[in-house]
C-alpha cells in the first residue's frame, strides 16, 4: 500500500469504524430484549460473543431463560457484539443436525447421539469451510454451555458430548456455517456504552 490516496483512504475507514453511533443495532434496545425475552420463554438463545479491541477470537454463549441473559450480558463491555439465535426457529426450519435429550435409561457409556446422527455431523464437518455450534444443557443444574468446531476440533467436540450424555442432558447440533445469515438470526447487535452508543466498525 504506497499510494498516497490509498493509504489516506484507509486511514478514514478506520477512524469511520472507531466511531460510536446511535443508529446502530443495540442489544440493550427495548425491541431486542423484547425478542430476546419471547424466544426464551419458547426454548434457549444461543450464539457468539465476540469482544470489541479483545485480542481473542469469539466463544459461544447460551441462556435458558432471561435472568441468566441478563446475568450473562451484564458482563460485557461495551462494543462487545452478539449474535443471536434460537434454537426453537431453527428447528423448526429444519436447521439442525442433531437434538437429543438424554433418557433415564441411558446405557451407561453410550453417547447421547446415535451413530446415524455423527456420520451426518461428520459428512457435513468434512465440506471445506463447514463449522458447527453445539449448546449442552444439563437441566439438573439449568447449566447451559455453547461452543463451536471445525473438524479440527471433532475430538474435542465428541470429549463434550461424552460429558453431557447422561439423564437430564441435552444437546443441540447445528450447521453454524449454514444458519450464519441474517434470515436466521435472532438479534445481531452490539453492547451498548453509558450513551447508549455502539461502535460502527472496530477490532474483532
Known amino acids: 500500500m504506497s499510494d498516497p490516496d490509498e493509504i489516506e483512504r484507509f486511514r478514514e475507514r478506520i477512524i469511520e469504524g472507531e466511531k460510536w453511533v446511535k443508529d446502530r443495532p443495540n442489544i440493550l434496545a427495548p425491541e431486542y430484549l ?4 419471547e424466544a ?10 465476540s469482544y470489541y479491541k479483545g485480542g481473542r477470537g469469539p466463544s459461544g454463549w447460551a441462556a435458558l431463560d432471561f435472568g441468566q441473559f441478563q446475568n450473562s450480558i451484564s458482563h460485557s463491555r ?10 426453537e426457529d431453527l428447528v423448526k426450519k ?7 435429550r438424554a433418557s433415564s435409561e441411558e446405557e451407561s457409556g453410550s453417547l447421547i447421539v446415535s451413530p446415524e446422527m ?15 455450534i453445539t449448546v449442552y444443557i444439563a437441566w439438573e443444574t439449568r ?21 453431557y450424555s447422561h439423564p437430564k442432558c441435552e444437546v443441540y447440533v447445528f450447521p453454524l456455517t449454514l444458519i450464519d445469515k441474517p ?17 460502527k466498525g472496530g477490532a474483532y
Open 34 to 37: 423484547a425478542q430476546i425475552e
Open 94 to 100: 429444519n436447521l439442525v443436525l442433531a437434538h437429543v
Open 143 to 163: 447449566g447451559v454451555e455453547c461452543d463451536f468446531y471445525d473438524i479440527d476440533g471433532y475430538d474435542e467436540f465428541i470429549e463434550r458430548l461424552t460429558n
Open 78 to 87: 461495551p462494543g462487545d457484539w452478539y449474535t443471536l439465535w434460537s434454537a
Open 183 to 199: 434470515e436466521y438470526h435472532l438479534v445481531n447487535a452490539k453492547y451498548p456504552n453509558a450513551k447508549g452508543e455502539v461502535p
Open 118 to 132: 455423527l456420520t451426518e455431523i461428520e459428512n457435513y464437518l468434512g465440506k471445506v469451510y463447514s463449522e458447527l
Open 40 to 49: 426464551l420463554g419458547r426454548g434457549v438463545v444461543f450464539g457468539l460473543h
